[in-house]
């Protein structure tokens, strides 16, 4: 498998002879509902689209997970499968095929790819939007990926080969964590025994304005995680993916 980071939460994923668009940022601006002065974000470099798309996944219906823009530049006959909320997002924008996944429900492309729904992230007091499974039919090599860091306890039952997930926190002062990795991460890496474990939702190569910048408070680092791993005896090795460098796993 190959992975390329795109930056923000945004993956491309070549498993199974598939390329996989996951969570796509790729043009314009990321704003939340319009509201610039809230938080804002821009990319540094411009980037070509991937070409060869076999199909877009997206993880939650957020502009940072489906991102407008890029959806309405990307080619809308490509198969979309997507959480409830991602699945709105494309019908309003006039995707031909689209696959709404629900928690525990899968998908199969081409008979070699499985991509498996888990509970992932609550957005909101009642919305858990999606976690994945991505699974290589023909090797059992399989990928779990959760942007912001909420792991079902559900996934004690699975084994994958590498994780995308954060590794450090982003917590709002008086609310809790907004992205859990850390203690959290070394957790999954307990209950799923991956080879490798990639960083995301760190941000990349893109300039953040607005006022969530100012309130938002990380906590941790890779070399702090890389320490809790080793104090629980964990093998798994870290890798923190650079800006559109594509990984070969």
Known sequence: MQLTWLDSNSWLIEIAQCRILLDPWLVGSLVFGNSTWLLEGKKKTSHP??????????????EDHAHPPTLKILDHSLPVVASVNGAKICQNLGYCTITSLDHNQSYIFDNKLEIKAIAGSPVGPSLVENA????????????YYEPHGFHSP???????????TPLTNIKIPLIG????????????CN??????????????????KGLLTKVLKPEGTIDRFRQLLKEQNINTRVIEPESWKAIAI
């Not at 994945?132 to 990928?143: G, P, V, W």
């Not at 209950?191 to 953040?208: N, V």
């Open 49 to 62: 689209i991937p070409e060869n798309i076999d199909f877009i996944l997206l993880s939650q219906g957020l």
């Open 132 to 143: 994945y499974i991505i699974k290589d039919l023909t090797t059992d090599e399989s990928i």
């Open 154 to 164: 559900n996934l004690q039952e699975e084994k994958v080969k590498v994780i995308i």
């Open 177 to 188: 964590p907004v992205i859990k990795g850390q203690e959290s991460a070394v957790e999954v």
């Open 191 to 208: 209950w799923l025994k991956p080879e490798y474990i990639l960083s995301t939702a760190a941000g990349g190569d893109i300039d953040f």
